[in-house]
């Protein structure tokens, strides 16, 4: 089924950037995500939310091909993807992820493992390379912490360590994997403020989250994911005052 | 426990229960049995050290050049001062173990250079030693260029035998494994296939079986007239042997790397050569750094096997030494300075690994 976008306005500003098509995706038998449409245009905040199970993860690791669908069109930046290594190594240029579990690489420091991407995928200088993460270091608000390495961090430290090493890579699209879920309360608060900043600063973000305060206040769209089916898809306001749909009733009374 | 005027202030512990007198009451007199027992060991301990110090070091000889200059009734280490060029050299010509010296002091003075954090470049030392180190040595060895002068395989031996088919066994295998264990793990079905029957096929036969087959069998097959060196085969066997067994232990490091790393390294965009080389065999190695020294202090101790195609390791000149007519019955002196030499080696080795492990710790809790 195919939902109408609630804000047109919104989406005709720009071309869109992202676009999904009719996409399926099987894990051997199972039918994990059916009939995806999603079209996101260039600066939108989209925050994708349901139970867990409900393939909104799977879902946003397609568009970096994570995970492959097996049906329908995902559409990125005006590329295709399909089983061509290069445009997938061209795409994941472009796009940024970051996740529940932070996935730092352990074995080096938060400055190498900001500037190691840059260095050996994008052929950038070291120095040049050490400059700009140390921008973003500055940016995520922990740039004493460089020479550190990342299991002496916090948890929230460690996120957004693993969020400036995504914007190292300058991409023009992010993704967020349950950015929060894996930290201590009091830790949240401090990677939601460095993605309310980045959203400000006009980036493209695809966020899988349950803070539904940050979808609030943060977000253009937010999506209801349920059963592998995008449900419903609404501004803040009104998915959250007057949801259209029951399930998605039956989900926020839940969790609010 | 609460009383009218707050907790008690803390008691100093009681003086029997700290330091060495303390320890002693715990762990060894802590009841009568315990006690008993105690002092069983110490007798047990005192009837096994007393002859061997005697044997090695009261009662022993350590001069003379021949065997009338044992007489003590104690160990004879003539035996071993007197053969210690054979045990070193094995059949190398006297005029040519400066030269093997000086191949083991480049190899000694790298392996400290690299090992000093203040070097500068060490990078590239370490490129030399696994690839410039190799040649010069090789030259050093069996000479033909340089003016040295040609010295056969087969007269090479002792000591230093064993360290050339350890050294090339260790410097080989550990990537030969690698590219296994990566082969096996592989999405594409013939490499993953010929990984695994490469891997098990030399995991599922003894070394002895393959050196014997190299030496005895590979030569029938051979087209008539072609030779090659002896040494050289049995190097390849042991290569290929430890390889597969290395495949395995490297393969264990890989499966311990969580798949978040793989993740994140394709979400930067990294490709297949760059995630492994830069996140995932870093931490893999590193994870199986016991594993690997395991497998190498095994095939250091395995070269003795050798011996069964002719070729003279430490343990075969030594056995050669005692069972030389002016040497007869100083086998267990022999035999006991061969397991000093392998255990200093091992030890050595092992030290290392631990050693690696604490530097490369980069306080992450797994």
Known sequence: MTIETANPELTASSAPIIEIVGMHKWYGEFHVLKEINLTVSRGERIVICGPSGSGKSTMIRCINRLEEHQRGQIIVDGIELNDDLKRIDKIRREVGMVFQHFNLFPHLTVLENCCLAPIWVRKMPRKQAEEIAMEYLERVRIPEQAKKYPGQLSGGQQQRVAIARSLCMSPSIMLFDEPTSALDPEMIKEVLDTMISLAESGMTMLVVTHEMGFAKTVANRVIFMDGGQIIEENDPETFFTNPEHERTQLFLSQIM | ?366
């Not at chain 2, 350590?62 to 007489?71: I, Q």
């Not at chain 2, 002792?158 to 360290?163: A, K, M, Q, V, W």
């Open chain 2, 1 to 366: 426990m609460i009383t009218k005027n707050g907790s008690l202030p803390d008691q100093p512990p009681p003086t029997n229960s700290i330091g060495v007198i303390g320890w002693l009451r715990r762990n060894l007199f802590a009841s009568v049995l315990n006690t008993l027992l105690t002092f069983l060991a110490l007798y047990i301990i005192y009837l096994g050290i007393v002859p061997a110090v005697n044997w090695v070091f009261v009662n022993s000889d350590w001069v003379g050049d021949s065997r009338d200059a044992c007489s003590s009734g104690g160990a004879c280490w003539v035996f071993i001062a007197a053969r210690i060029n054979l045990f070193m050299y094995g059949f190398y010509p006297e005029e040519g173990y400066w030269r093997i010296n000086l191949a083991f002091a480049i190899l000694v003075l790298l392996l400290v250079l690299l090992n000093i954090r203040q070097v500068p470049r060490r990078g590239w030392i370490a490129a030399f030693t696994l690839i410039g180190y190799p040649i010069i040595a090789f030259y050093l060895f069996y000479g033909g260029a340089f003016g040295l002068t040609v010295v056969d395989t087969h007269n090479w031996g002792g000591l230093s035998l064993t360290l050339i088919l350890s050294g090339v066994g260790i410097v080989a295998s550990l990537p030969i494994g690698v590219v296994l264990a990566l082969g096996r793990n592989s999405q594409m079905p013939i490499v993953k296939a010929a990984s695994i029957v490469f891997i098990e096929f030399w995991r599922g036969v003894p070394l002895i079986t393959v050196l014997f087959m190299s030496s005895v069998m590979l030569p029938l097959f051979l087209p008539e007239g072609t030779s090659f060196d002896k040494l050289l085969r049995a190097m390849i066997g042991i290569v290929l042997f430890e390889s597969a067994y290395m495949a395995e232990v490297v393969r264990g490091g890989l499966a311990a790397i969580p798949r978040g790393q793989y993740e994140a390294a394709k979400a930067l965009g990294l490709n297949y050569w760059k995630s492994m080389t830069l996140i995932i065999l870093p931490q893999a190695l590193k994870l199986v750094i016991p594993g690997i020294v395991n497998t190498f202090i095994a095939l250091f101790k395995d070269t003795t096997l050798v011996l069964i195609i002719g070729l003279f390791d430490l343990l075969t000149t030594i056995e050669a030494g005692f069972k030389h007519v002016s040497w007869l019955g100083f086998a267990v002196e022999g035999y006991v300075f061969a397991a000093l030499i392998y255990w200093i080696f091992c030890f050595s080795m092992s030290r290392y690994s631990q050693n690696l492990e604490r530097k490369l710790h980069t306080g992450h809790a797994r």
